[in-house]
């Protein structure tokens, strides 16, 4: 009989919380921290087939598929998990699913030594990008955002520029950005999937540059697509990550080529997952952490 003792959260709406207890389940293998990649695809259809699994039509998360993300103990695929070295810690090893979505965003970018990259938000994703980014071979990240602690948290952690828009048409907003940058980014990471956002930064991108779209946004946006057209600007969807990311992601956090550690700025236990995510909601925080491991 499996044992209990699972202490998972289960939200049930906006402000409802309750912890319950699930059943332990039977490890098949266990002892080594590993990251999870969350995403189950079904390894069959053409997509899975070509290589591309993030793009599966199938694709399940494990949140749904099991108990839940919050929850001391969860069983996953045992292909879908990444050992981590000694020198990652616990919380690192947590931002390597969201690492490896801005190494996929930059692969989709096609980011190239010494380029010029505009980050087009200060949220975890867009400070995630940035390290990507310099990671990739750029040489000048400008991250903009709305938030001057987090454009703080971006310069700290590295940004050659960062900018706060607001206000701003993004015709003035780009025109803006040009002026730091000498003249208009080589590539775009739009990580807010806001129209005024998106319409900047095809305006801020060099001609035959890429405009990767990192946030996700409503799926009908006003943008200025005929000036990406005119000026050969590719826009560029991004959605999750292969295998190769997050191993990619592994060795970026173990090389020390990307310090993930600034982005952690607040921490919760399980029982106060609620408070954990009203955190990250209120727009103050950028990555939030919930403890689920008992201490
Ligand atoms: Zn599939």
Redesign the pocket.
């Known amino acids: 009989m499996a044992k209990t003792g699972n202490l998972s959260a289960v939200l049930q709406g906006a402000n409802n919380q309750h912890m319950t207890d699930v059943p332990i389940p039977e490890p098949e293998y266990g002892g080594d921290l590993v990251a999870t990649e969350p995403g189950i695809?079904?390894?069959?259809?053409?997509?899975?087939?070509a290589g591309r699994?993030n793009l599966?039509?199938?694709?399940q998360e494990i949140t749904f598929k099991y108990v839940g993300g919050l929850t001391r103990y969860a069983k996953h695929a045992a292909d879908l998990c990444y050992k981590l070295p000694d020198n990652i810690s616990d919380e690192e090893g947590a931002l390597i699913e969201p690492l490896a979505c801005a190494v996929n965003a930059c692969k989709r970018a096609e980011i190239g030594m010494g380029d010029t990259v505009l980050v087009y938000g200060s949220g975890s994703m867009g400070l995630l990008c940035m390290v990507a980014a310099f990671a990739s071979g750029a040489t000048t990240v400008l991250v903009t955002g709305r938030s001057y602690e987090k454009l703080n948290i971006a310069k700290k952690a590295g940004a050659s520029y960062t900018l706060k828009i607001g206000g701003k048409s993004p015709k003035e907003a780009a025109a803006a950005i040009e002026d730091i940058l000498g003249g208009p980014a080589d590539v775009a990471m739009e990580c807010t999937g806001v129209p005024s956002c998106v319409s900047t930064a095809i305006y801020a991108t060099t001609r035959g540059g890429n405009v990767a779209m990192v946030g996700i946004g409503d799926p009908v946006l006003e943008v200025p697509l005929g000036t990406a057209a005119m000026k050969e600007v590719d826009i560029r969807g991004v959605l999750r990550y292969c295998h190769d990311d997050f191993t990619t992601a592994v060795s970026l956090v173990a090389s020390g080529k990307a310090n993930v550690k600034p982005f952690i700025t607040h921490r919760f236990p399980l029982e106060k997952s609620l408070e954990a995510l009203q955190t990250k909601a209120s727009g103050v925080a950028v990555k939030v952490m919930v403890r689920c491991a008992e201490d």
Request: a positive charge; aromatic letters at 14%.
């Open positions: 695809s079904c390894f069959q259809c053409k997509k899975c087939k699994y599966c039509p199938l694709l």
